[in-house]
Antibody
Framework: EVQLLESGGGLAQPGGSLRLSCAAS????????MTWIRQAPGKGLEWVSA????????YYADSVKGRFTISRDNSNNTLYLQLNSLRAEDTALYYC????????????WGQGTLVTVSS | DIQMTQSPSSLSASVGDRVTITCRAS??????LNWYQQKPGKAPKLLIY???SLQGGVPPRFSGSGSGTDFTLTISSLQPEDFATYYC?????????FGQGTMLEIK
């Protein structure tokens, strides 16, 4: 059974940093691309970033490019998202996610970790 | 980036109704279109992928169609558990953008 468990959320000040983690289990982690998707309170879904199975290719939404960095540790089955230069508009529930059988169709979701950016 | 526009933004319907939600892409995405259902406090659930393929375990009252830029999600006979928010998402090119959502409410 695929399990994704996020951690690392919390309160950060504008301009501050946080690192989110996602512990994955139930599949061969290094064989699959992974994704972060966020949802601001009461708002819709926003695709944030993705990384290939080997970690060599990364992709970002324009809204986070240059501020967020996605990475992975395949030896520990863990996905990361480094959030720098945080803004109030980054306040959201951040989901770690994995595709199903088709690339881009997100089948597996974690429970999310909440990031709040406020002074 | 590809913009995804859903309509309507909200919809009131009754149990047993047939409901259609539309999604339009700002450029062609072939059939790289997914539909999700989200209930309050829960992670989204994948319903349909590549425009018309039903995800395993999803009831057959859900169906998807379309290609190019115009897509639809149809629920043939609404059930009480279907009242939720629905999102389309293109997976043609990154960033894999979502529509703004359609909130389906009980009339």
């Amino acid at each position: 059974e695929v399990q994704l468990l996020e951690s690392g959320g919390g309160l950060a000040q504008p301009g501050g940093s946080l690192r989110l983690s996602c512990a994955a289990s139930g599949f061969t982690f290094s064989s699959f691309a992974m994704t972060w998707i966020r949802q601001a309170p009461g708002k819709g879904l926003e695709w944030v970033s993705a990384i290939s199975g080997g970690g060599g290719s990364t992709y970002y939404a324009d809204s986070v490019k240059g501020r967020f960095t996605i990475s992975r540790d395949n030896s520990n089955n863990t996905l990361y998202l480094q959030l720098n230069s945080l803004r109030a508009e980054d306040t959201a529930l951040y989901y770690c996610a994995k595709d199903g059988s088709v690339v881009g169709a997100t089948l597996y979701w974690g429970q999310g970790t909440l990031v709040t950016v406020s002074s | 980036d590809i913009q995804m526009t859903q309509s309507p933004s909200s919809l009131s319907a009754s149990v047993g109704d047939r409901v259609t939600i539309t999604c339009r892409a700002s450029q062609t995405i072939n059939i790289h279109l997914n539909w999700y259902q989200q209930k309050p406090g829960k992670a989204p659930k994948l319903l349909i992928y590549v425009a018309s393929s039903l995800q395993g375990g999803v009831p057959p009252r859900f169906s998807g169609s379309g290609s190019g830029t115009d897509f639809t999600l149809t629920i043939s006979s609404l059930q009480p558990e279907d009242f939720a928010t629905y999102y389309c998402q293109q997976s043609y090119t990154t960033p894999y953008t979502f529509g703004q959502g359609t909130m389906l409410e009980i009339k």
